[in-house]
């Protein structure tokens, strides 16, 4: 546990994720006067949880962009700033500290959803009410099935970044495959072997029956569950993580 307080006063003392937080805030603003204001009158946001809904919606490529840089800086930078060596001579063994930034990460993601979500409510709250077809209860599940896709791009930098001991390499790959998603998908779809690549995996939202969540989408392969699908992306995950463990216990840091 004292790793893990040491890694969060480490990110608090950055001031990166708060600066983030503020931007989120302010791209929050503008949606809300884009929606009050501009929206054409088939997209027009009528109620408090359809701005939310919208609004986090636009947020969450940034936030899957802070997790890739958040994942690959919490490695990257002990390396390039020779601080890594102070690290490993505490008596924690390698395979915690290296877990310990790894659960950092997560954290840091799940909260800035959580935040997204709260700022959403809060500022739609001051300009929408009205009814509307979306509950709080499906707000929250459209939510939570945001975050295999988030957590996967996190640890998939994370892992480059340990094998690389850079910041610049993760961050570049992890940003070239989360924009080549739907490309890979199009391409590839037709193959049955293409079942098992993580990218059709990444949307749990589409195994769910209501139209609200799933916006019309369906699984690409019938024989796949959502259970299917999360435990393939855990094992991708689970996967990465063994792979960043065994590298980093061996790591020569002289």
Do not use: C
Request: charged fraction near 15%; aromatic fraction near 14%; avoid cysteine.
């Amino acid at each position: 546990m004292n790793v893990l307080r040491n890694e969060f006063l480490k990110l608090h003392a950055k001031k990166g994720s708060y600066i983030f937080a503020i931007f989120l805030v302010v791209v929050s603003g503008i949606s809300l006067v884009v929606a009050k204001k501009w929206l054409p009158q088939e997209l027009k946001v009528d109620s408090l949880l359809d701005f939310a809904n919208m609004n986090v919606d636009s947020l969450l490529s940034f936030i899957a962009l802070y997790g890739v840089v958040l994942g690959a800086k919490i490695v990257a930078e002990e390396f390039q700033k020779g601080t890594i060596k102070q690290l490993l001579i505490r008596p924690q063994k390698r395979v915690f500290i290296l877990l310990s930034k790894y659960i950092t990460v997560i954290l840091a993601i799940v909260l800035m959803v959580m935040f997204a979500a709260a700022v959403s409510l809060l500022l739609g709250s001051l300009a929408f009410g009205g009814e509307t077809n979306l509950t709080a209860g499906i707000y929250s599940k459209i939510l939570v099935y945001q975050l295999p896709r988030l957590i996967f791009y996190a640890t998939f930098s994370f892992l480059f970044a340990t094998l690389f001991r850079s910041a610049v390499i993760p961050i570049v790959a992890a940003i070239f495959v989360l924009f080549s998603e739907n490309i890979v998908m199009m391409l590839l779809g037709g193959y049955k072997w293409a079942k098992f690549l993580f990218v059709f995996h990444l949307y749990p939202s589409i195994y769910d029956s209501n139209p609200l969540v799933n916006h019309g989408m369906k699984p690409m392969f019938a024989d796949f569950s959502m259970t299917a699908s999360l435990l393939l992306v855990a094992a991708y995950i689970g996967a990465f993580l063994i792979t960043a463990a065994a590298v980093f216990q061996k790591r020569d840091i002289l």
